[in-house]
């Protein structure tokens, strides 16, 4: 199994619409995307949030690249700012 992460900061005043947009535009089509296996949102401390997409392969992952760029781009748009991102192999313990 393969994993993606994006780690971003989002306003109070923005996070319910921002949830709202991604439940109609983004998870969908992560939903659908061949190989993907499961998403976890965390909430940290202030205003932090860990977004975590388990996928099949590597493959799996890059070739859903462009759409989650493309999504990042709407999130910066939004006032929310990518701290930072990364993937790497799940290891099983």
Do not use: N
């Not at 759409?67 to 993937?87: C, E, H, K, P, V």
């Amino acid at each position: 199994m393969y994993a993606t992460y994006v780690m971003r900061e989002v306003q109070p005043a923005m996070r319910s619409g921002i949830l709202a947009k991604a439940a109609k535009e983004f998870w969908p089509l992560l939903q659908k995307a061949p190989g993907f296996r499961g998403f976890f949102l965390v909430e940290g401390p202030g205003q932090q949030t860990l977004g975590i997409a388990f996928w099949e392969s590597q493959e799996d992952a890059e070739a859903f690249r462009a759409t989650l760029d493309a999504w990042q781009s709407t999130l910066d748009s939004l006032g929310s700012t990518m701290i930072g991102r990364g993937s790497g192999d799940v290891i099983e313990i």
